[in-house]
């Protein structure tokens, strides 16, 4: 089975702009997971997504949203791009039923300068 | 907030001994799970514990957990340069929602 696959790999912005980061799950897997990464508050949850349905949310401003697609690819949105938005954004999916193990993808690394 | 927090933050040790990392949580679980990432990578999920057992063996590999400490292991044994990574436990929290540790780095010597 192919992994999870995030797109692009890298992407810098500049304030103020707007981004949108793409997510695949592997093949048969529902729920996809979001986080960021930084240096300095580590693994912070985003957002899950099961069935195109948000099933919970972490504590991040409305800037941060995300959606499902009917083939449980997901996309995540940040919008009004801060200097401290710049991160390594995970994704990982799972089968979405109990506490299974996530599988994630490499991440996209955000610079906003 | 993180549930879980390891212990020590970085660990440098010489090829082919022993790493151990240890990860204590707050609140009750279900299981604990242990993830490894290189340099700029995803995570890989190394292990899952259920709350119920009290040490799981994979590989070289060995876990350990003490639910009455809210406590966990992960014992790397005989490390080889490729073991060189972060090491994340990680628990449930919140429904579908797993919670991570800061992590201990660990620099296998040659």
């Known amino acids: 089975k192919a992994g999870v696959t995030q797109t692009p790999r890298y992407l810098i912005k500049t304030r103020g702009q707007q981004v949108t980061l793409s997510c695949s799950p592997i093949s048969g897997h529902r729920s996809v997971s979001w986080y960021q990464q930084t240096p300095g508050q580590g693994l912070q949850f985003l957002f899950e997504y099961f ?39 995970l ?14 993808g490499n991440g996209t690394r955000l610079t906003v300068t | 907030s993180q549930q879980g927090e390891e212990d020590p933050q970085a660990l440098s040790i010489q090829e082919g001994e022993n790493a151990t990392m240890n990860c204590s949580y707050k609140t009750s679980i279900n299981n604990l799970q242990w993830y490894r990432q290189n340099s700029g990578r995803g995570l890989v999920h190394l292990i899952l514990i259920r709350s119920n057992e009290r040490e799981k063996h994979s590989g070289r590999l060995r876990v350990t957990l003490d639910t009455s400490k809210k406590s966990s292991s992960l014992l790397i044994t005989a490390s080889r340069a490729a073991d060189t990574a972060s090491y994340f436990c990680a628990t449930p929290g919140d429904d579908y929602k797993l919670s991570f540790g800061a992590g201990t780095t660990v620099t296998v010597r040659a």
Not at chain 1, 61 to 84: A, D, H, K, Y
Not at chain 1, 91 to 104: M, R
Request: glycine letters at 12%; a positive charge.
């Open chain 1, 51 to 89: 069935s195109e349905t948000q099933r919970n949310k972490g504590n991040f401003p409305g800037r941060f949203s995300g959606r499902q697609f009917s083939n449980s690819r997901s996309e995540m949105n940040v919008s009004t791009l801060e200097l401290g938005d710049s991160a390594l954004y």
């Open chain 1, 91 to 104: 994704c990982a999916s799972t089968t979405g039923t109990g506490h299974s193990p996530l599988h994630f």
